[in-house]
């Protein structure tokens, strides 16, 4: 399971892609020598993929029951999912400057898998015929016919992206 999140640096505004990713391991990795990937072989192996100068950041660890009381794995799959830009990371109380922040991720997330599932974690994503998090309902989430009392004081907003004007316009309903 492969999740990329975005953040933005603060002193230099630049934006840092990196992934958070779940892998499955036999329970005897960690103790078997001869198959073993250290923290420094993963970071050689990163900087080679990545044809840079400097050394990439690679944390690698066995996963483990969180503070909460979740089993490890549902833990590691909610730490690894959760989301891929966080709004509080990069909002601040400069109006442009929040503009200019989401036009850039806007363009450089644009139609871009930030969640994917391979192998064991694919086909058990398939076996327990979960949404697609790209392309699944974002609506209906649960399987419950009946509405809140707060979905029903809710009301629809469609809005319709003006590609020339770089904005969000109301559609009159």
């Known amino acids: 399971m492969r999740s990329t999140e975005v953040t933005v640096n603060e002193n230099d505004g630049s934006y840092n892609q990196h992934m958070h990713v779940l892998l499955c391991v036999e329970n005897a990795y960690f103790r078997k020598k001869e198959n073993y990937i250290t923290q420094t072989e993963w970071v050689d ?15 690698i660890k066995a996963i483990k029951p969180n503070k909460k009381g979740d089993k490890d794995i549902q833990a590691a799959i909610k730490e690894t999912s959760k989301y891929s830009v966080k709004s509080s990371d990069f909002l601040t109380d400069d109006d442009e400057k929040n503009q200019e922040i989401v036009n850039d991720l806007e363009k ?9 599932y391979g192998g ?20 209906q989430t649960s399987d419950e016919e009946k509405t809140t009392e707060e979905e029903q004081k809710a009301h629809s907003i469609t809005a319709i992206w003006n590609f020339e004007k770089q904005n969000y316009f109301l559609k009159n309903l």
């Open 108 to 116: 450089g997330l644009y139609r871009k898998r930030m969640l994917s």
């Open 120 to 139: 064991l974690l694919k086909q058990k994503h398939k076996l327990l015929n979960l949404d697609d998090a790209e392309e699944g309902n974002l609506i």
């Open 45 to 59: 192996l990163w900087q080679k993929a990545l044809q840079v100068n400097y050394r990439p950041v690679a944390n």
